[in-house]
């Protein structure tokens, strides 16, 4: 605006038909004073000068008292510049005509004041036809030799600078009155009235006195001029045109000195006389200030207001005003709705004719092509007018044709229309055309026709349609569907506008920003080409600058929120992953889950919203600190060329996390491409896991969860949870084959140890532990898990807890080590056939054991082995279940079992779990600890199997045979050792009897059992496993494999006994002592006596219970036996026994001794045995209280085993 | 007859846009869419007076040197717009309400259309014929 002015300075005939019009014009502006206040640039600051003018236009408006005595509001409106052009119009609006001129200047020499004195005498000339009065504030030290020129005839005002004029205000005011008084005696000049008469009769003596005034002057628009010659002057059209217009011309006056009301009544009679000589010019101009006067009268109090605005730090917002002249802007859209209605102003339109009489006004002006900017400024200030009333339809159709109104306008006024027009339509409410209008402004800035292009302001005009579009800048707000989509093709196209802008403007990082936007918010709106065009146009611009996600702020204080990139690539099911098996860190101590009895139930316990409450963006498991976590995503590249996309990183709060940046190159058109994102954990906490970044196209996006619509979760939270140790585990033994070690890699999580064993071998694992974390491990604990019972896994897998404790704690970096200790353990003892007739189902009385013992082995040797290997064949896999402990102590259970189930010759295999569980550090003060697991496979072969066995009596009492069939069931040849250096080859597969003398079970251990005479079942079982416990602890078999020089030791815990055999294995509580004419007959001794012959037999008993007996039934029976094994106890005729067989021993104390004798003939001499026994009957032990209900049950019997053979002789 | 037919959303966002010549299709973008502050204006007024049976033709939104843009709303906040050539001064506004109602019709078999989901662009044949007939003038 400067630069036009001294144009027109410079230019002494301005061009007529250019034209300024004003767009914040208001209708009250009509009834202002116009005063230019010029700054006289040189020593003056602009912020001097703001300060002088804020304080100038302070005083808007000053209260006069005329001649009448009555107070008139006069009102002012300051402008910076002024166009001579608009001067000229001021005979046809006088509030266009310059009145005052207020220059401020600053000095520090005679020189500079002269200059300021030039400059103001020569704008004095400029608007000499206008002027009124002049000041000129002049701001320097106060020195007597300075003197303002001899030619300067206007007032000056001395300040010594801007702060220190307190009393411009009141010098201002002087100025408006003395501008008042002037035009007021104007008015009186044209009207001829006095101010002397009274108000009431005014109007009629101003109707006479008009008359009376002999040559009215003809008052011309500056265009008319040149058509004014050859026109009938003194016709009485032309008379009353100049009547009209004068008297339209007395109503501007009247409104610009404050009686509103007197100018009403002149723009009424005005029209009326206009009309009626078709004067269209001046009847539009008439009908205008009729409305303005209306306006006046209708809503006082809307006068422009200088906004109380002492607070510097608080500008006005930028483009809104332009500065100097302060818009109606701040009136809101409809606030004139509750019509101050002024009951004396009977003349003044209505609000609905105030917009009809301006409709008539404009078309009026468009008459005349001449008077565009008169025309202009109409539209403008209607259309205020009809936006304060809220009326916006009837304000955009004065604003309509604004823009086809013909005035010759440079492109900077071009583009001040445009953004007046946007202002209002704003105002209005219609946002898409005052979008349009910005945008139709941005777009003038770089016109053609432009000659200096400014890329800068076309880039903040097109950023300012933005809103009107529906589009705002933040792709979040777009992405959560906060606002409309708005119109897809036209955001496309304003976008790339403001690329286009923001590029030739110099700043690539906003062109990449905003393409970046381009692409992410309308990609579904683009077609595939566009697609393809508009990524590599963003290439292109990032190549310049690159795009990173972070604000930008403008120069105009604008902040361009960051853009990214989500769907280049496209990325789907963004999971998190739980640590490795072998990382993942577990509750030292498990939480109790109170659940119900049923693996699932519908039914919560507790609280009934538990469900509700777990959310799916909470992790159920944990990660660790300092420890890698991973993430996967599936990424799509929707483009059809290749994409590299690097730099890709999770994104996380709440808790420090190093991400590790990852790199993938997307195949055209592919998708899913799985990556996997990792990062580390650095602190204890909850990690929020928001998003993930990446770097495309020359583009750095964050991409937040949250924003992409497509995701489930906002964002995912893990718990992080106090750094472990971390182990590694490797076994030493290589050497051996059986051990396959596989390569320790960190990918693997569990350890392998397989081995192969013959049932009875031993061997030993070294198992190394290396501490490869960065924490001490502090806790170790092993654990074993199988399908064995823990008794049972401990006879196969050993290890010495004590020995790893010992070596706690391990730093790190350190190793320690601990040795598996592995037994082949296995059943030897073939489980008995059905086809074998156990002991235990004959009566278990009075059957001497051995005589079944032949008939068993015999039954077996008939047995045909093929059966055997049937069993073989049908258990593949053999339990290693010990079924046979566990019905050993029943004989009669024995016989029931199916023997199909077990077969132990057959090579089993234990799949057995070792478990570390170790921690230490934070960790382990937290609770934490990890698992780390040996999986261990034990293949237990079949080394000799026992498939029959019996009992005999020895030479001793103290002693039995254990008779064994003892099969080798390896392929090789087996050394047996057994009994004292006894040694036995078997082939393979061969079977070979074997007998091995073993200690009779002592009754010290079975004390106990016999303190109830009547065993139940329990007891029984119980005596049965002791005893076969006590067999199992004597008897030591041991085996070597000669050609692989492997040995074992072969147990025969479990050894089923019957209780035939039970009498023979454990000793007798009677101690017998048979006397044959008193001579002691030792067992299995030979013994004669000669038929006819009497024999004496002598018997002691001796109790070694520690309790006495009662009722003791001794009785000797004698029988022969056959060879069938039938025998025949009715021996009456063959013997004859003087003295009693059977005695009733009432009480036989403890460690004592009975002795009974009876003599014996034999008749016939054979093949004699003497049965001995003792039976005790009924319960009359007297530690045991009497009256148990096994009283009346059969009574134990003891019998001496063996018995007594005799051979009878013939004399 | 017309030259820009368009259907505009609840939100005011194109669901079908269609124009005789379209070499200047974004033009009439501009045109309807600056239309729609019109169109926005006119229903906001039109729901203060309480009446109970709307009228759903909106009439002239606006008119430029080149163009007449007629405008019509649904009862589910359904706008259509019509842009007519302003050298075409035979045309009378009963023949804009009689495109107006076809159109109407039209739209309505699209949403009847069970696969079709409200909001979304209008992809019919059918409906583009009845477009095509009323820019061409065969009514």
Known sequence: ?1211 | MAVCIAVIGKENSPKYVACLHSENELQFHYKVHTALDVVEEKLSLAGKSNCDVRELYLGLLHSTEEHKIFGYVTNTKIKFIVIVEAANTTLRDNEVRTMFRRLHAAYTDVVCNPFYIPGDHIVSKKFENVVKSIMSGNS
């Open chain 1, 1 to 1211: 605006m400067r630069s036009s002015v001294s144009y027109i300075l410079s230019s002494p005939a301005p061009d007529t038909r250019m034209s300024h019009p004003d767009y914040d014009q208001i209708a009250q502006d009509h009834a202002s004073i116009l005063i230019l206040v010029h700054h006289q640039e040189g020593l003056l600051k602009p912020k001097s000068f703001t300060k002088v003018w804020d304080k100038i236009r302070r005083v808007n408006h000053t209260k006069v008292t005329d001649s009448a005595g009555v107070t008139r509001q006069v009102y002012i409106r300051y402008v910076k510049d002024y166009p001579v052009e608009s001067n000229d119009w001021g005979e046809f609006q006088t509030h266009r005509r310059l009145l005052g001129l207020i220059s401020v200047g600053q000095y520090e020499s005679q020189t500079d004041l002269n200059e300021i004195c030039r400059f103001h005498e020569s704008l004095k000339v400029r608007y000499t036809t206008t002027l009124y009065d002049s000041r000129c504030i002049l701001f320097g030290k106060e020195n007597e030799e300075l003197q303002t020129p001899s030619n300067f005839k206007s007032l000056p005002l001395w300040y010594s600078d801007v702060e220190s004029c307190s009393d411009l205000e009141s010098q201002v005011s002087e100025l408006l009155n003395s501008l008042f008084w002037v035009l007021e005696s104007k008015r009186q000049l044209f009207s001829g009235v006095s101010p002397l008469f009274s108000r009431m009769h005014r109007s009629h003596s101003q109707e006479r006195s008009r008359e009376k005034l002999d040559r009215v002057p003809l008052l011309l628009a500056p265009f008319e001029r040149k058509d004014i010659v050859g026109l009938d002057l003194e016709s009485r059209t032309n008379k009353k045109k100049c009547m009209g217009r004068m008297i339209k011309h007395l109503g501007d006056l009247s409104l610009q000195a404050g009686v509103p009301h007197e100018a009403l009544q002149h723009y009424i009679s005005a029209l009326d006389t206009l009309r009626s000589v078709n004067d269209w010019l001046w009847l539009g101009g008439a009908a205008e200030g009729l409305c303005s006067a209306s306006v006046i009268v209708l809503y006082p109090g809307r006068w422009r207001t200088f906004p109380i605005q002492r607070n510097a730090s608080l500008p006005p917002s930028p483009g809104k005003r332009r500065p100097g002249l302060i818009g109606p802007s701040s009136l809101p859209l409809g606030s004139l709705t509750p019509v101050p209605i002024v009951e004396d102003a009977p003349k003044a339109l209505s609000p609905e004719g105030i917009l009809r009489r301006y409709q008539e006004a404009i078309q009026n002006y468009a008459k005349y092509q001449s008077a565009g900017m008169i025309e202009t400024e109409a539209c403008f200030k209607a259309a205020q007018i009809a936006i304060q009333q809220g009326c916006p339809l009837q304000a955009a159709s004065f604003l309509k044709n604004v823009v086809l109104i013909n005035l010759t306008l440079t492109e900077q006024e071009k583009i001040q229309r445009f953004l007046s027009l946007s202002e209002l339509y704003t105002q209005m409410g219609f946002h898409r055309k005052a979008s349009l209008c910005r945008r139709l402004a941005a777009t003038r800035h770089v016109s053609d026709q432009n000659r200096q292009p400014d890329w800068t302001q076309c880039y903040n005009l097109m950023l300012q349609a933005l809103d009107g579009h529906r589009l705002s800048l933040d792709p979040t707000e777009r992405a959560t569907g906060g606002i409309a989509e708005g119109w897809p093709a036209l955001q496309i196209h304003l976008l790339q506008q403001l690329v286009v802008a923001a590029r030739r403007m110099g700043h690539s990082a906003l062109a990449t920003r905003h393409m970046t936007f381009l692409l992410q918010t309308m990609w579904h709106h683009l077609n595939p080409k566009e697609q393809r065009e508009l990524t590599k146009q963003l290439q292109k611009l990032a190549s310049e600058c690159e795009g990173a996600p972070v604000p930008l702020v403008l120069d105009s204080r604008a902040v361009i929120p960051p853009a990214n990139l989500t769907n280049i690539p496209l990325a789907k099911n963004f999971r998190l992953q739980d640590l490795p098996l072998h990382l993942r860190p577990q509750k030292i101590q498990k939480l109790k889950e109170d659940m119900g009895p049923f693996l699932y139930t519908p039914i919560s316990f507790g609280s009934l919203d538990r469900k509700s409450t777990k959310s799916l963006s909470r992790m159920d498991y944990v990660w660790v600190e300092g420890d890698m976590c991973e993430v996967l995503l599936d990424l799509y590249n929707p483009l059809p060329f290749e994409l590299k996309v690097s730099n890709m990183r999770l994104l996380a709060s709440e808790v420090v996390f190093e991400s590790i940046p990852s790199s993938i190159v997307l195949p055209p058109d592919s998708g899913p491409n799985t990556v996997v994102l990792a990062g580390v954990p650095k602190e204890v906490g909850e990690l929020e896991i928001q998003g993930y970044s990446t770097h495309t196209l020359g583009v750095k996006s964050n991409c937040q969860l949250r924003h992409m619509r497509h995701m489930p979760q906002p964002s995912f939270t893990v718990e992080v949870v106090p750094a472990l140790p971390h182990m590694e585990m490797s076994t030493n033994d290589q050497k051996n084959n059986n051990l396959q070690l596989p390569p320790v890699d960190a990918s693997v999580s569990i350890t392998t140890i397989s081995k192969s064993l013959y049932a009875g071998e031993s061997t030993e694992c070294q198992v190394t532990i290396l501490n490869s974390g960065s924490q001490p491990i502090e806790l170790l604990e092993i654990s074993a898990q199988c399908v064995l019972d823990p008794s049972q896994l401990k006879q196969v897998l050993q290890w010495s807890a004590d020995n790893i404790q010992a070596q706690l704690p391990l730093h790190p970096g350190a190793s320690a080590s601990f040795t598996l200790y592995l037994h082949g353990h296995a059943e030897y003892i073939a489980p008995p056939r059905s086809d074998v007739n156990d002991g235990g189902s004959q009566p278990s009385s009075l059957l001497s054991g051995p005589s079944s013992l032949p008939s068993r082995l015999s039954s077996l040797a008939s047995t045909p082995q093929p059966s055997r290997h049937a069993h073989h064949n049908e258990l593949s896999s053999g339990s290693f279940r010990s079924q046979i402990s566990s019905r050993s102590g029943s004989s009669i259970g024995s016989s029931r079992l199916n023997p199909k189930i077990y077969d132990p010759s057959a090579p089993k295999v234990i799949d057995c779990q070792l478990k570390l569980r170790y921690s230490g550090g934070p960790g382990l003060e937290a609770g934490y600890c990890r698992v780390k697991s040996i999986s261990l496979s034990l293949e237990i072969l079949p080394s000799i199997l026992i498939t029959s066995w019996d009992v005999l009596p020895a030479e001793t009492s103290s002693q039995f045979y254990l008779v064994l069939d003892v099969t080798n069931k390896t392929l090789g040849e087996l050394e047996l050792f057994y009994a004292d250096g006894k040694v036995m080859l078997l082939e393979g597969n061969e079977e070979c009897r074997i007998a091995v003398p073993v200690e009779r079970c002592p009754l010290s251990k079975l004390s106990k059992l016999y303190q109830n005479i009547e065993l139940t079942d329990v007891e029984k079982a119980e005596l049965d496993s002791v005893c076969s416990d006590h067999v199992a602890s004597l008897v030591d078999l041991k085996w070597v494999l000669p050609v692989s020089n492997r040995s074992g030791k072969a147990s025969l815990r479990g050894l089923p006994l019957t209780s035939d055999m039970l009498d023979i294995v454990r000793m007798s509580p009677l101690q017998w002592e048979v006397l044959l004419n008193k001579e002691i007959a030792k067992p299995l001794s030979e013994l004669t006596c000669v038929a006819g012959q009497c024999l004496q037999l002598g018997v002691t008993v001796q109790n070694y219970l520690d309790w006495p007996l009662h009722n003791v039934a001794l009785s000797l029976k004698f029988f022969q036996e056959y060879q069938s094994g039938i025998r025949n106890y009715r021996l009456d005729s063959q013997l004859a026994v003087a003295g009693a067989p059977n005695v009733l021993i009432t009480q036989l104390d403890d460690q004592s001794s009975v002795y009974h004798e009876c003599n014996v003939v034999f008749f016939m001499p054979g093949l004699y045995k003497i049965d001995i026994q003792c039976s005790s009957v009924g319960n009359c032990s007297g530690a045991h209280p009497p009256g148990d209900a096994t009283e009346s049950t059969p009574a134990h019997t003891w019998k001496l085993i063996p018995p007594i053979e005799l051979t009878v002789t013939d004399p």
